[in-house]
Each structure stands twice: as C-alpha cells, then as structure tokens.
T-cell receptor
C-alpha cells in the first residue's frame, strides 16, 4: 500500500520569499513521485516528476524537488515566490505496476502575500 | 496536440438518479484514469482503463462503472447517486503499457452536485 502525507494544509509566504511545501510518502516498492498544481476551478497540472533518475528534479515555473529515500520525502521548493504561484499543490505517489494509479496527498494551499 | 477534455463542465442531479460523464484522452494516449475529488481533499482513484479493459480499481462501489471506446475516449457512469457523490470528477490520460510514461495528464474536470 502507498500513502502520501503533506504537512501543512495552508502555507503563506511573502512575494519573493522561499517556498517550501512538504511531502512524505510511504511505499513498499520503489516509488514514483509527482507534484501537481491546481488553480481554482481547474484540473491538475504536472509540475515535476521523480522516476528513479536524478534525485533533484527540476520542473516548470521554477519549482524543484529533491527525493530523499532515507527520509521518505519529496519536498517541493521554489527560491522566490510569485503572486501567480498561489494555488493548491498536491503530492502524489505511484508504483511500478501496470496500473500506475496515483495516490494523492490532501493538498497544501499556498498563499502569496504582496 | 489536443489535451484532455471532459464534458459536461457542471452537472446537477437528484439523489437516486444516474449520471454519465465523458472524457476524451490526449492524442496518442491509450490509458484513461478517473479520480474523484471531494471539496477540500486530494483526488481519489476510481478506476483505470487500458485498451478498453478495466486495469485496476480503487475503493469505490460497483455503482461506479466505466467504459473505454476504441478511440480511447471514456465514460464514467454512476448509478443510484448519493449526496456524498458530489465532487469534482477528474479524468487523466497517459500512455500505458510496458514502456509507457508514468505521467498522467488531467482534464479540467466535471463538477457534479447531487441534491
């Protein structure tokens, strides 16, 4: 069984400040990890993915995440927040099976203050 | 390249009724997954279709059923609607198979309200 825990349902940062959204996973098999962003009344957009290649993954819009097996973590960061980053962020895990269904965390709402 | 599309955008149904939601997958993708996202929660996996066959199912009752067509578009059917079925229903397409990508591309969703 797999699960994802996102610490902090709401995170607020100032524009230009560091963004850090936390994600810890549990998986009995090597995981494949994803971060998705959801803007109001929209579907999910893939930000980045980890699929057992480089542990530091760079995504779109200046986001990156580091896979740390020893900590079972896959935290999302961005050096400088922009107002347009305000959205809901979801961490998800999948396994190397034929189905590859995604198991999502409960999400973190990011607010960016001017 | 056409992305994932879903119809309708919004839907209001009465408890006990049946509903069909539709999804067109991204060009070149042969796998469709459906997710339910209740308000304030993360999406939950309902089931997946690969080449017109169900390829896995989450913890949802049999009144949630689906189809995938030869063009890889898909339908989600829900019978005997309950109030708790009110949610955003998301469709995601991907390229399945042994060398398929893990990436799932999501549509904008259908907002279902059950009264």
């Amino acid at each position: 069984a797999q699960s994802v825990t996102q610490l902090g349902s709401h995170v607020s940062v100032s524009e230009g400040a560091l963004v850090l959204l936390r994600c810890n996973y549990s998986s009995s098999v090597p995981p494949y990890l994803f971060w998705y962003v959801q803007y109001p009344n929209q579907g999910l957009q893939l930000l980045l993915k980890y699929t057992s290649a480089a542990t530091l993954v760079k995504g779109i819009n200046g986001f990156e995440a580091e896979f740390k097996k020893s900590e079972t973590s896959f935290h999302l960061t961005k050096p400088s927040a922009h107002m347009s980053d305000a959205a809901e962020y979801f961490c998800a895990v999948s396994s190397d099976t034929g189905r590859r269904a995604l198991t999502f965390g409960s999400g973190t709402r990011l607010q960016v203050q001017p | 390249e056409t992305g994932v599309t879903q119809s309708p955008t919004h839907l209001i149904k009465t408890r006990g009724q049946q509903v069909t939601l539709r999804c067109s997958s991204q060009s070149g993708h042969n796998t469709v997954s459906w997710y339910q996202q209740a308000l304030g929660q993360g999406p939950q996996f309902i089931f997946q279709y690969y080449r017109e066959e169900e390829n896995g199912r989450g913890n949802f009752p049999p009144r949630f059923s689906g189809l995938q067509f030869p063009n890889y578009s898909s339908e989600l059917n829900v019978n005997a609607l309950e109030l708790d079925d009110s949610a955003l229903y998301l469709c995601a397409s991907s390229l399945g198979g042994g060398t398929g990508s893990y990436e799932q591309y999501f549509g904008p969703g259908t907002r279902l309200t059950v009264t």
